[in-house]
């Protein structure tokens, strides 16, 4: 099995920034793809941004402010976020298509992590 974990969220000034981060364990073969959703309060759960080997992609309301990057050799994602808004408030979760097992006896799924919360404040 593989597990999440996120860490990096808090309470922020508009206009601030944060750093998130994602890491992966377990007996993971390969990871497809890393990515970040997010749920404000009374809304659903959204993509805020994914990265592959091949693409890199951004919601409309994060492009140019928010960046996803990666550590292969971590098994770890980042999501630097700048100027952000009281809009960006919500849950922060961690979200990795991997394959867990052995060469001879393995499994793709998606996993989650439990969630971070950003809070953007004066």
């Known amino acids: 099995q593989a597990q999440l974990v996120e860490s990096g969220g808090g309470l922020v000034q508009p206009g601030g920034s944060l750093r998130l981060s994602c890491a992966a364990s377990g007996n993971i073969l390969t990871i497809y793809v890393m990515g970040w959703h997010r749920q404000a309060p009374g809304k659903q759960r959204e993509l805020v941004a994914e990265i592959t080997d091949v693409y890199t992609d951004y919601a409309d309301s994060v492009r140019g402010r928010f960046t996803i990057s990666r550590d292969s050799a971590k098994r770890t994602v980042y999501l630097e976020s700048n100027s952000l808004k009281p809009e960006d408030t919500a849950v922060y979760y961690c979200?990795?298509?991997?394959?867990?097992?052995?060469?001879?006896?393995?499994?793709?799924?998606?996993?989650w992590g439990q969630g971070t919360q950003v809070t953007v404040s004066p």
């Open positions: 979200k990795m298509r991997v394959v867990t097992g052995t060469r001879k006896s393995n499994a793709e799924y998606d996993v």
